[in-house]
């Protein structure tokens, strides 16, 4: 059907529509200020969306290969947070926006990043596994971690955040999965609805940050830009290294490289927001952007790249 290949192909381009509306968030904020008092509300029905795409066959995946699940979801929570830790020191960033990027690298992995798998022609079924536990286990990991690397930094509300991430991630992706498999084949047909409107609240949310920090933005360096690209080059060359290190063949190793080099960053604006103020929520914003357009272009390549090997095996 014409609208279902509409909207799958709507949410393969979500790096573009990200772009786009932060674009406009740049130029005309009003609009994107308005819908600040929903955030925690749109963020819920991202996970909805993406507890309603899950599958049980998904976590079947996940019981029938628990030892590679395992390598990628201890280099995700290592190999981020640690490495935002470093680079904060590193550029020697203020306090706040040291937190913002801080909770960034200590969030599990992005929705995104399944649909950069995809596009990569990398082992999709690994990383939803990994978003999927990365994302269960994110109420206790995300805010220990940032209570162990940020707290010299700022006071961090270690059990509010517990709350605040099972309720917003955790509950929403749990009710979406029981959705799905109560409906069953009744909820088949509009499917691609989902992942197209978890897209869309993350489009929202990242516009949103942008707007609420126009003028703060305006008046920020490179630096924090730099920052967020190098933890995102560092998060995707860790990804690789582990994967390389631990066997893994080469789908699962492009896979683990755009899994743990893409935070959801949309977690770390809703705590931000809500624990830390404006500022911390800028990192974040200023990571969706680096994150999503380092991760198209590797899928590009990648994707070339394995259309390439397979035409030389058929010739």
Not at 54 to 60: I, T, Y
Not at 72 to 96: E, H, K, S, Y
Not at 237 to 266: C, H, K, W
Request: with cysteine.
């Amino acid at each position: 059907m014409w609208w279902r290949r509409a909207l799958e192909g709507y949410t393969r381009y979500f790096a573009v529509w990200v772009i786009l509306f932060g674009v406009v968030a740049w130029y005309f904020p009003a609009p994107f200020l308005s819908i600040q008092n929903g955030l925690k509300f749109f963020f819920a029905l991202t996970m909805f969306g993406i507890g309603v795409a899950l599958k049980p066959a998904d976590f079947l995946r996940i019981a029938e290969k628990p030892g590679v699940v395992a390598i990628g979801c201890a280099a995700q929570f290592t190999i981020m947070p640690f490495g935002a830790w470093l680079v904060a020191r590193f550029f020697n960033l203020p306090d706040d926006l040291a937190m913002g990027l801080i909770l960034t690298g200590a969030a599990p992995g992005a929705m995104a990043s399944n649909v950069m798998t995809y596009v990569a022609k990398a082992d999709t079924a690994y990383s939803v596994s990994l978003t999927t536990v990365s994302t269960l286990l994110c109420p206790i990991l995300t805010p220990v971690l940032t209570l162990f690397l940020a707290h010299a930094r700022m006071e961090v509300p270690f059990w509010s955040m517990v709350l605040d991430v099972t309720l917003t991630v955790v509950a929403p992706v749990l009710v979406g999965f029981a959705v799905r498999n109560l409906l069953g084949k009744r909820l088949e047909k509009i499917l691609p609805v989902f992942p197209a409107i978890s897209a869309t609240f993350i489009v929202f949310i990242t516009s949103m940050v942008i707007a609420l920090n126009h003028d703060r933005l305006m008046g920020l360096s490179m630096i924090v830009l730099v920052a967020c690209l190098t933890l995102n080059l560092w998060g995707m060359a860790g990804g690789y290294a582990v994967g390389y290190a631990t066997r893994l063949n080469q789908a699962r190793r492009r896979t683990l490289s755009i899994e743990v080099g893409m935070q959801n960053a949309g977690l770390g604006v809703v705590l931000a927001l809500k624990h830390f103020g404006t500022g911390a929520t800028i990192p974040s914003a200023v990571f969706v952007f680096a994150c999503i357009i380092t991760a198209s272009l590797f899928a590009v390549y990648w994707q070339r790249r394995t259309d390439d090997d397979d035409n030389r095996a058929s010739a």
